[in-house]
């Protein structure tokens, strides 16, 4: 059977979708840049913040002139070990000051996690999982089986901007130096004073100490900075690229333009992008 005319009008003008990326192809091919030439829309946003869990409660801070920026806690800084008014103070912060976010819950049931399994996600990959669902329910976009609702999948990516590892990842770390802490513990006059029962106790009590709630496993899912990304993708049926962008301080927006980057290639329809730090 011969192709008409008409057999290929419909192929390639009669579905919208199909319209749209034909002409964003011969945009990008006769553009100089390589770019679709257009404009991008921001159609949902979600927020967690220091005194603001909400982007309205957010503004509400900033017209009230909320000031967010407190001392922090004993429990998340030892202010007699660490802090030192000093500047040029070795191994000291000379601040105590810092943006917390006190109060915010992982509703691990929702993502289907147990408390144990919740416990083994960093609380960097908790807050932008729950953040990343805000904006998508913003938007409008969230279907009843808890994934994003789109015509392709594939066509969706996941940017997370961020740096400096979490609470999960610095306690690993620190187990990696357990055997050195050992040595230099080993080489102290107080430890040597002691009776070879007392030493053995004070060892096992170190190794207890580093391993804290993961005692014989590491977490390592829970603590890598890529997942952040990935798991936001898993959830939400997510299935185009999805990767994570560290720029230090200018994280959040050199994700923000790797966003736009991948919406004006004409690789992707959508992107879920945003940047989280939990230190």
Known sequence: KGLTIADIHGLYFNTKTRLYRNLNTLEILTSPDSKINDEIAVVGVGCTLPDAHTPDAFWENIMGKKYSIKPMDENRFDAGLYYDPDRSAEDKSYTLLAGQVADFVFDHERFGYDPKKAKRLSRSQQMVLQTAYKAVENAGLLGEDMRIACDDPSRTAVIVATCLSNELGN???????????????????????????????????????????????????????????????????VRGANYIVDAACASSVTAIKAAAGELLSGEHDQVIVGGVNTH
Do not use: C
């Not at 029962?197 to 977490?219: F, H, V």
């Open 171 to 237: 306690e690993l770390q620190l187990k990696y130096w357990y055997p050195q802490l050992v040595s230099m513990l080993e080489k102290t006059e107080a430890f040597q004073a002691l009776s070879e029962a007392e030493k053995e106790t004070a060892i096992q009590a170190l190794q207890a100490g580093m391993e804290g709630e993961n005692t014989g496993y590491d977490p390592v899912h829970g603590i890598l900075l890529n997942i952040e990304a990935s798991r936001i993708a898993r959830h939400l049926g």
